[in-house]
Each structure stands twice: as structure tokens, then as C-alpha cells.
DNA sequence: TAAAAATACTCCATAGGTATTTTAT
DNA sequence: ATAAAATACCTATGGAGTATTTTTA
């Protein structure tokens, strides 16, 4: 018998639904199920009876009931006591990334981190716009952040930066544009388009970089001018692509929960273009946290999906935001 | 954080050494050494401080050990207080195999089967001799045991018999025979040769399940007569080859541990002699304790590795002791 | 120089997932 | 017809093994 059995027992037995108790739990409901099944077979009674309607405890199963709470608790409790004993600090990790960082390993990197270290407590820090990624950096230097995640930004002497994976960038295409049926778009395609970027004002070298990836592909880009949002929401871009002011260079969106804009993705190549995603922190700042944090994030992004998926990014070019 | 944690941890604070308390626990020091260090790693404290030649508990450790030690024991309370009132009755379950079995596929089933419940008393009954193995027969009509493991019986409309695996059977040489350096065999090389079996009379089917199998390959064998022992142990068998009286016919001792009377082991073939073994029960007796062990040993039997090794055994011929 | 713990891998058992069927109202 | 649990099958995490190195009395 194992703490999870109990853990699983106590909410089947106080939601009295199989289905409902494993998603408190956060599990399918034949995982939690089998478990259940495991606990009976181990001690030989059967713990619900599940022959009405309803799911209804037994006289064991409430005799277990009792019990299993009282083991959950003193665990807790237990587990307090020696680690207040033994000088455990409340520790916690700060860690900063943009929205977009939400497909990428970067997510669950930070799942694995709060599932393996518990008591450790994890802040996220999500930023949704430009300037709140890029006062990351800031952030770092004055210690109110542990890590952060953005585009490879300027050298800084004072923090160290590593690469994470390379953010693929794709056109955006109204439906029924010409180019809109093939598999992979040439960037020298996209001679001719208007295209809609950032303002360049929001940040220099990615957009730079954009143009110089134009240049390389022989073109000098019609950039359609913008002057609002610091957002990276493409929901705007989107928005634009689709009443067909111009064609969209935008980060892939892996969920392509974009439907709802009418506006079609395709791979850009000859050269595919990619930014670079680093993890940032401030030099010398080595707490054992940061340190098993930073590991996660290197086996996930180096085993797991590239977010480039299997283009070969321009590491030279990759600019940050 | 589970049980296991709180198990592995409480072995090596009473024991303060990994190697013995990992013995006690009966998994390798590496095993219990990661699990302790996952265990301080959640925490976010060390339980042992490991710098002086011992190891030793540090404060926090004598507080987690104290908590563990009450958390265990609710444990234990709890689920024979849910037994109790589930009117689970001590439930047992009684086998009986030889003792050759130890080397196959039966004895993990018994390991599993204690693993998996260990609420049920499992009682194992190992046989030393030949006649030990036949009474359990009996002691199946008598209902004094509930599963055996044999070599395949004369039907017996009482009880149900079920095909587990083949035991190979190999030659048993002498260091220096002529034969003694081949990778297999033949049974006609064995034509001229003086051949060590049991006696007859204890066995009669497999005694003349070999002499068939010598036909086949075209010779009437000559077999050294022995009037003694109704041990299986291949002991004497063993020292009969080695010095030099006749070559032995027996089932493969797996575990390699012979040495010591300088016999060496062929395997045999054209043809393959293989005795089946079977497990036997009482017909009609299907207590869910059997029916789980059963699905074990089934289990185990197919998936697992086949003490006939690849032999295709002579099913037809395979008789039982 | 031994004995014990830590490292570095390899493997596989099993917890958990997905898809589907069965059951019950 | 619908909702919930059971069943079947598959995947992959991580617990445990083996081999080796490091450590310390």
C-alpha cells in the first residue's frame, strides 16, 4: 500500500463519484479506478459499493475512511515538523516566461519542477507583453526574479544566459491567398507582400532581423507601419491578415486555437527564420532550486519537441525581443 | 511522498547504514540511497549527515522518524481495522511445488503473488523427494493444499491439471569425457554409454518417457540400476558421474551451483527429452486467492522465460513424476 | 586497503493515458 | 439516451538493478 492508494481512497470517498475524484486528483478516471481496485485486492474487502445508482461506501470503506485521513494528515504534519526542524527555509522559485513559452517545453518543465519539489514554492510569472518580458532583465538584477525566459536579449554582464530552443516563425495568410495552398512558403515569395510586424520601435533587433532574413532572400520587405500595441497577442495581427491589409510574420502558434481569426499558417523557409528562447539569470545566483529548475528545463528542451520543429534556426541572425 | 519513502527511510535510521538497511529492505543500496536522497530532495532537508565515517541521524531525521514511525504504524492499524470489519477472514493459500521449481518461472509467481497481497498467507510447501511431490495429489483430494506443482500425474478426474512449463532435461558428464567439449548432445551418442536415471520403480512414466526417448534415436540404453534414493537431489546422481560410473540424464539445474562435483551440463537433443511440468488443483476449487496466483503463474510462465530454454520439448512423450 | 556510499548507466514494471464497451437509470 | 464505471490496450515514467567510482577510516 502506497500514501497515493489512500490519497485516491479518501477522494473517491468523499465525492462519491469516480469520475469527479479523479479530476480533483488530476487523472483519468480508469487510473483512479484501477488504484481503487489495487487497494481492495490488497486488503482482501471491498471498499464502495457500486451495485445502485450511486457510489456508496462500506463499513470498511468508512472504517478506512477514518483512517486514511488521519495517516494523510500526520504525513503532512510530519513532513512540516522536520523540515521546520531541519531549518528548510521556505524556499521559492521566481520564474518569469512569456505567453507564448506556454507550448514549448518551458511549460513543462515548470510542471515537472512543482510535481518533483513540492514544498518549494513556484511563482510564476507570466508576461504578456513586450515590455514586461523585456523588464525581466530588470527584474533579475534587482532579485525579484530567479529565471527568466524571453528572446535572446542584449549582452549583460550580469546575467547569464543559455539557450532553451528556437522559436519558429511562420507567415500568416488570409484564406484564399495565393500562397495559401502550399506546404512551405520561400520568403522570397513574400517580395511582393506587405508585411506585418511588430513596430520596429518595440524591439530593434528582432525586427531587424526579420528584414535581414528579407535581404538574404534577395527582397527589401514592404513593412506595413504600426504604431500601437507593445502586445504580442497576435490576436491583432491576426485581425489584420484576415481583412487582407498584408501577410503576418508572426511565432507559430502550436495551439492553433487561431481558427476563429480565419487566418492560415505555413512554414517560411530559404532562410526559415526563428528566434532564439533563452533562460536568463543573474550571474553567480546558484541556489540548489534554480539549479534543479535549470536541469529540468535542459532534458525537456533537449529531449523533448524542438519548438523550431526540426528547422534548422539561423543561429547567427536569431535576434531577441 | 509515499510509504516507500517513509519504509526506506526508517530501515536506514535504525539500521545507519545504507548497505545493511538495504538488505533488510531487500532491494540493492543504490536503490534505497536514491529513494532516501529523492526523500530529502522533497523535503528540502538532509535526514542523514553522512560526513563522519557513520552515518547519523541529524534533527530533523530523529523528528521525521519519530512521525514516520507512528505513520507506519496507523498504516498497518487502519487496513487490519477495514479487514476486520470487511469480514475479509485470514485468508490463505497453500503451495506445494519441488524443489527444482525454485530455479523457474513458479518461484516468481510466488514472489509476485506475496508482493501484490500481502494480506493472504501464503504457505509454501516445498518437496524434497519424489514421494513428497506424488502426495500432493492427496493432499488435494484431502483439501490440505490448495496448489502443486508437479510433473505431469496420471489423470485424475478430481483434479485439474494445467501445462506450466517444460524442464529441459540435460546430460550430466564427467570432466574429461569424450563428449564433455560439444555445445550440444545427440542422444545417439549416448548409445554406448552406461546412463544414470532414477529408479524405475519410483517413477515409471518418466523412467520410461527417457527409455522412449532412446528408442527413438535408435538404442536400447543401458541404464545403471540403483536400488536407493527417492531424493531428487541431484547429488547423487552427481557424484555417480563424476567419478566416472556413467553419464546422468536430469533437469537442467539452472542455478549453476554443481561445480563442486565437477560435472558438466549439455544440453541434449534429437530428440529434446523435456518434462512437463503442470500445477494441479482441486477440481471445482477456485478461491480468488488460486485464481490470482494462477493468473501469476500464467503470467510468468508465458511471458517469462521457459525453463525449457528454446527446446521444443516432445510434448507427446513429456511424463510425470 | 577495505568497506560503504555515491554515480552512471540500463531495464522493465506499472501508473497513467486513450479508446471503447458495459451498465444502470 | 445519457452518464458513469469497467474493460482493453498502449505508453512512458521512474523505481530498481548492475557495474563502477569515489570516499573515508
Known amino acids: ?122 511563482e510564476e510569472h507570466e508576461t504578456l507583453t513586450l515590455q514586461e518580458t523585456l523588464l525581466q532583465i530588470d527584474k533579475l538584477h534587482r532579485g525579484t526574479l530567479d529565471i527568466g525566459f524571453m528572446l535572446k536579449p542584449e549582452e549583460d554582464d550580469l546575467v547569464e544566459i543559455e539557450h532553451v530552443l528556437n522559436i519558429e516563425l511562420v507567415a500568416a495568410l488570409p484564406e484564399g491567398h495565393p500562397l495559401a495552398d502550399r506546404d512551405a512558403i520561400s ?51 491576426y485581425r489584420m491578415v484576415a481583412s487582407g491589409i498584408g501577410v503576418g510574420i508572426v511565432a507559430r502558434p502550436v495551439l492553433s486555437g487561431y481558427r476563429q481569426y480565419d487566418v492560415i499558417f505555413k512554414p517560411l523557409k530559404d532562410p526559415a527564420p526563428a528566434l532564439a528562447l533563452v533562460a536568463a539569470w543573474r550571474r553567480g545566483h546558484s541556489s540548489p532550486n534554480l539549479q534543479a529548475f535549470l536541469e529540468g528545463v535542459r532534458e525537456l528542451s533537449s529531449i523533448g519537441g524542438q519548438a523550431s520543429n526540426g528547422l534548422t534556426p539561423n543561429g547567427d541572425f536569431a535576434a531577441g525581443i
Not at 49 to 68: F, I
Not at 193 to 220: M, Q, T, W
Request: net charge positive; proline share 4%.
Open 1 to 122: 500500500m502506497e500514501l497515493r492508494h489512500l490519497r485516491y481512497f479518501v477522494a473517491v470517498a468523499e465525492e462519491l463519484n469516480f469520475s469527479r475524484a479523479a479530476g480533483r486528483m488530476y487523472l483519468s478516471q480508469p487510473a483512479l479506478s484501477q488504484q481503487v481496485r489495487k487497494l481492495e485486492l490488497e486488503l482482501g474487502v471491498s471498499l464502495f459499493s457500486r451495485t445502485k445508482n450511486h457510489v456508496e461506501l462500506t463499513e470498511a470503506g468508512r472504517v478506512l475512511l477514518e483512517g486514511a485521513r488521519r495517516v494523510l494528515v500526520l504525513v503532512e504534519q510530519t513532513a512540516r515538523e522536520a523540515r521546520e526542524v531541519g531549518g528548510a527555509e521556505i524556499s521559492h522559485l521566481r520564474v518569469g516566461f512569456p505567453e507564448y513559452a506556454n507550448h514549448t517545453p518551458v511549460a513543462d518543465a515548470l510542471q515537472t519542477f512543482r510535481r518533483r519539489y513540492p514544498y518549494v514554492e513556484l
Open 187 to 237: 520568403m522570397k515569395d513574400l517580395a511582393d507582400e506587405r508585411l506585418i510586424l511588430f513596430s520596429r520601435n518595440f524591439h530593434p533587433r528582432s525586427y531587424d532581423y526579420v528584414v535581414a532574413c528579407c535581404r538574404e532572400a534577395g527582397f527589401k520587405p514592404k513593412v506595413v507601419q504600426r504604431k500601437e500595441p507593445q502586445l504580442y497577442s497576435g490576436a491583432t495581427t
